[in-house]
């Protein structure tokens, strides 16, 4: 069964490589992460922190952004497009299960993804240390900064699936990939802000947002990164969510977020007829 | 445990209110060739998808090797080569091969050698996306080779193929039915089944219609035999006459007679003497069966 899994990755990372998708991911998070970097470096004297803090508060932002927008582009074709190719029931002849074919493309995706913000993220604070200044507390932040990367890349990655396996064509699938990227990542956190005005510092605002905020991954993300790090809150100035919040919360949502995907992913999957 | 490797009962597929399937036996023996025909639509690639297990049954069984459809047995058992088959365009014959030979579980193959068989031993390391179609049926056909199926399924496999490719296919058919494996081939190419295949079935509208060699079916379609008989200069309209047949153009006459009254009607015309230059006759073809049975109205 291992066996099975790691030649469905083993190939779809050739692909990934062929197609320039490891390259292209790996250069467009170097760059971005370099940019903001040295854009963002000016509060370093203000607030007295090293300058690979501030880039990794920057970088925070940045990946909330960037993690899921490549993780659902990589992965919005994975089933589409071998129903639209007709290559699937070729494979599903095989005995490989749909779980393992599913498994075997996730691994290949999330060595890319990791290859991408490993890359992009160190090199950037690799860096901002040597010109600006590092200590352990600020190396942790980078380190837990491409973790939690990925962990946000694989959830992404997964629900790219999900969608794949849901809609009928790779364009239906662009397309809904499009929106949950845009509801997850800009639009949920526009509805909460909306309705944190409107309560004016109520009990939804001291109970219930903070519950709602954690529950969405991109954020789980952030406040992850953020609680962890008091340098990185005071950078990014959103302490105040993050603490009204046991320190647990954020870890767990971002940790069980894959399972879930996974398991709807897999379960849109085995209804698709080829 | 019966001798045939595919056993397909009662099978049925409801899409909708549509049957597509409708209560279809057919069962393949080890070492058998069947070919499976019908229109497009008939239900040939359904049947096929049933028995791969991609398609829920809507009643009857079906079992392959002992193994319902789409168990881990039953696959490991099986192989598929479908219709217009496809892969991805940035990796290799050679990738996809070994691919397929590692999801089988089949250990380490001698992929060059199968890729040589099929005639794809040039292309093996380039990429697939440069393959013309036939080059992509050829490599369908070698992963049909992995391993040691039980059961082979065949959808339209000379697709796309030229007509050396299509002997080359045949042969490697034969071969792999030499070597035990039952052998289902849909297919609409009608003139290459009749002569590699030892039976013939035919589906109509989701109905199976007539499953048998392809002799009996011949006789008990009781089809005509055709006569063409070629008339010395200018006696064609007489010649049309004297046995009731039609003039086709200015020198022959085309006639259909029953296959009991066939010697009869030979004596008749060797009686003409020297108005005969010549005759032909043609016994009914697949063509003329496959028409027969597959027309509508016809259960």
Redesign the interface.
């Known amino acids: 069964m291992i066996?099975?899994t790691f030649?469905?990755s083993?190939?779809e990372l050739?692909?990934l490589r062929?197609?320039l998708w490891l390259f292209m991911a790996t250069l467009i998070m170097v760059l971005f992460a370099l940019a903001l970097t040295f854009a963002g470096s000016a509060p370093t004297g203000t607030l007295g922190v090293d300058m690979l803090t501030v880039s990794v508060a920057s970088m925070t932002t940045l990946s909330v952004y960037l993690a899921p927008l490549l993780a659902l582009m990589m992965s919005f074709d994975a089933i589409a497009g071998e129903v639209d190719?007709?290559?699937l029931?070729?494979?599903?002849?095989?005995?490989?299960?749909r779980g393992e074919i599913l498994f075997g493309k996730f691994l290949a995706h999330l060595a890319a993804l990791a290859l991408a913000m490993g890359v992009g993220f160190g090199t950037a604070g690799a860096l901002a240390a040597l010109s600006g200044g590092a200590g352990g507390e600020s190396l942790l932040a980078l380190v837990r900064l491409i973790g939690t990367s990925v962990l946000l890349g694989a959830v992404f990655v997964l629900l790219g699936y999900l969608l794949s396996a849901l809609a009928g064509s790779p364009a239906a699938a662009a397309g809904m990939a499009a929106g949950l990227w845009l509801v997850f990542v800009v639009l949920f956190d526009l509805g909460l802000l909306g309705a944190v005005v409107m309560d004016g510092g109520g009990v939804f605002t001291q109970q219930v947002f903070p519950w709602l905020m954690v529950a969405n991954p991109a954020d789980a993300f952030r406040v992850w990164n953020i609680a962890a790090s008091d340098a990185v809150a005071m950078t990014s100035g959103m302490a105040g969510a993050a603490n009204a919040l046991p320190g647990w919360a954020a870890p767990v949502s971002l940790l069980i977020w894959p399972l879930i995907g996974f398991a709807l992913a897999r379960a849109a999957f085995r209804r698709v007829?080829? | 445990m019966t001798d045939s490797a595919l056993i397909i009962t009662a099978a049925s597929k409801l899409r909708g209110k549509a049957q597509v399937v409708d209560d279809v036996n057919l069962n393949v023996a080890a070492g058998e060739r069947v070919a499976l025909l019908g229109h497009n639509g008939a239900g040939k690639s359904t049947l096929m998808?049933m028995v791969?297990g991609?398609?829920s049954l809507s009643g009857g069984t079906i079992t392959i090797d002992g193994a319902s459809p789409g168990s881990?047995a039953a696959?490991?058992a099986?192989?598929?080569?479908?219709e217009?088959?496809?892969?991805?365009p940035?990796?290799t014959g050679r990738?996809?091969l070994t691919?397929?030979a590692?999801?089988?579980?089949e250990g380490k193959p001698d992929i060059t050698g199968l890729l040589g068989r099929v005639g794809l031993g040039d292309a093996l390391d380039r990429?697939i996306g440069t393959y013309s179609k036939g080059m992509r049926q050829r490599l369908?056909l070698a992963?049909v080779l992995l391993g040691n199926p039980r059961v082979a399924l065949l959808d339209e496999p000379t697709s796309g193929l030229d007509p050396i490719s299509r002997q080359d296919l045949y042969a490697i058919i034969d071969e792999l039915a030499a070597r035990g494996t039952a052998v289902l081939i849909a297919s609409h190419a009608l003139t290459e089944v009749e002569a590699r295949t030892d039976r013939i079935a035919i589906l109509r509208n989701g109905v199976k219609v007539a499953d048998d060699t392809l002799a009996n079916l011949s006789r008990l379609a009781g089809l005509p035999i055709r006569f063409r008989i070629i008339a010395a200069s200018g006696q064609a309209d007489q010649i049309a006459e004297a046995t009731g047949g039609t003039r086709i153009n200015g020198v022959s006459v085309e006639l259909l007679c029953d296959p009991d009254r066939k010697m009869q009607q030979l004596r008749r015309i060797a009686d003409m003497g020297d108005t005969v230059a010549d005759v032909e006759m043609t016994p009914p073809r697949l063509e003329d069966l496959y028409r027969h049975y597959a027309r509508e109205g016809r259960v």
């Open positions: 066996a099975r030649a469905i083993q190939i050739r692909i062929r197609n190719r007709g290559s029931p070729l494979l599903l002849s095989y005995p490989a299960g007829e080829p | 998808k791969l991609l398609t881990a696959r490991a099986t192989a598929f080569l479908p217009a088959v496809s892969f991805h940035a990796i990738e996809q691919l397929f590692r999801l089988a579980g990429r369908g992963q």
